[in-house]
């Protein structure tokens, strides 16, 4: 099927063909005409999967065969759990209706209001928001929502995740009844079945890939390291490789900053991008990543999520997520728009029972490596240097003396972990 038979007009078409696309992915292909034909839809889709034009192009569609005269209310709500996400759908909302008369802007929080007030002041068809910076602006009786037409929760399981449940719930109560619902989410969680029955009606589920499946593009590796080595791991790999655009990730801030500061002493350009940072420098960051001036980005699963970086070749997990749905969360950063991708795990001692989490989830096993002179040891430390006058020689145990009940029980887990390491 092409986007020319998929029912969408000839100005929406044309905004489709600039933006270099000529058939639709599988869940617009499932999603755009259910839309067009004014349901309400319960997607399930994976990022990369091109979710956000699969809702923005109908809803433009929609919009645009029934347009208003005079100061245009708000007739479309966009729901996104955070800053970068709603500032991408933006974008995307802006380059899909270049040639139409339709109006649009984003609101988040971090930022000072008085811009987006004005801009909402002057009438608009499309608002895309965070939760927070909505309902601040209602509570001050700057932004009303009584003519929205459409509602859309994009990345819903991550809203309630993010704790968000009692913000959707306070918006729904500001919309009218009458309205089309939309919302889509990576799984379809006994949460968001219970949420999408409070407010959908009859909505029509779509599925665009089988649940948290990851896109069968990106190769995955992990590669067995220990912590110490990780970090010039990374520096050799992304040297060796003369690596361009690589989105690394943490799980900590303060990681973030610390691999990017080490990363830049090394003369490999890199930023971090996590939830400490002002909305300017996390904004200032990804454009810099997108435009290839700086090489590296660094970043948080919380500040990651909804980033779009179209043709994105690698994703480094230098720790892993201990919770297996990020793990989908952030490779599918990679492997998009048809695009093939790659994925590498730098995997600690302590961090080897994340890995039959993440295989648990997935049904699959990855490619294991390990590195020829970064060989991990029994711990995730390597000896203490002898010399330096004996200041940092370790003390000498005799043979005698059986091994220390810590180390006992790391032999004992190391046994547990050979699987792994494809060791016999």
Known sequence: MSF????????????????????????QEKVIPLILAG?????????????????????????????????????????????????????????????L??????IF????????????????????????????????????????????????????????????N???ALLPSKRQNLLFSATFSSEIKTLAKKFMHYPTLVEAEPENSTVDKIIQTAYRVDTNDKLPVLINMINDGNWKQVLVFTRTKH???????????ANISASAIHGNKSQGARTKALEDFKNSTIRILVATDIAARGL??????????????????????????????GASGEAISLVAHDEVDYVASIEKLLGEEFERK???????????????????????????RPKSSPPSKSRAETQLNWKKKKKFLGKK
């Open 170 to 172: 306070k918006v729904l």
């Open 39 to 99: 349901k309400d839809v319960l997607a399930s889709a994976q990022t990369g999967t091109g979710k956000t034009a699969g809702f923005t192009l109908p809803m433009l569609q929609i919009l645009s065969e029934a347009q208003q005269s005079g100061k245009k209310p708000v007739r479309a709500l966009v729901l996104t759990p955070t800053r970068e996400l709603a500032a991408q759908v933006h974008e995307s909302v802006e380059s899909y209706s270049e040639f």
């Open 370 to 396: 390990i590195i020829e002179g970064y060989e991990p040891q029994l711990k995730d430390a390597r000896p203490t240097p002898q010399g330096n006058g004996g200041a940092n020689r370790q003390k000498s």
């Open 308 to 337: 779009d970086i179209p043709l994105l070749p690698h994703v480094i997990n230098f720790e892993l997520p201990n919770i297996p749905e990020d793990y989908v969360h952030r490779i599918g950063r990679t492997g998009r728009a």
């Open 109 to 168: 929080g971090g930022v000072k209001q008085m811009k987006q007030v004005a801009r909402i002041k002057k009438g608009i068809d499309i608002l895309i928001a965070t939760p927070g910076r909505l309902l601040d602006l209602v509570d001050q009786g700057l932004l009303f929502l009584d003519k929205v037409e459409f509602l859309v929760l994009d990345e819903a399981d991550r809203m309630l995740d993010m704790g968000f449940a009692r913000d959707i």
């Open 101 to 106: 008369d339709i109006s649009s802007t984003v």
């Open 255 to 265: 990681r973030a900053n610390k691999i990017a500061d080490k990363l830049n002493r």
């Open 4 to 27: 020319e038979n998929i029912g969408l007009s000839e100005s929406i078409l044309r905004a489709v063909e600039k933006q270099g696309y000529d058939k639709p992915s599988p869940i």
